[in-house]
């Protein structure tokens, strides 16, 4: 699951590559074919730009979930004591409702 961060990240991105192809949209107006070529160039961009940050996404999600692995597997009582503690804690919060 992606932070809210990440999430974040991920729309600003989206945004930024939307205006870049308004923006080509508008010089295509006037160029006809080259126009046409340059939203091309735009929109690959824009999908290199968008595959770029998933890529860095998706690797610090599995750094995560290995350094995650890597400390239950090294600190097996504690790392069940936070987890019985954070059942208790949301349990309470779940059940205030």
Request: zero cysteines; proline letters at 1%; glycine letters at 8%.
């Amino acid at each position: 699951m992606l932070s809210s961060a990440t999430k974040a990240a991920a729309n600003v991105t989206k945004s930024l590559a939307e205006n870049d192809l308004r923006n080509a949209v508008r010089d295509a107006k006037g160029n006809g074919q080259d126009g046409l070529q340059n939203v091309s160039d735009y929109a690959l961009d824009a999908g290199q730009k968008v595959r770029s940050f998933v890529d860095k996404a998706v690797d610090r999600t599995r750094d995560a979930s290995d350094k995650l692995t890597t400390e239950i597997k090294s600190e097996p009582i504690r790392s069940s004591a936070i987890a019985l503690g954070a059942g208790f804690v949301l349990g309470a919060l779940l059940a205030r409702r």
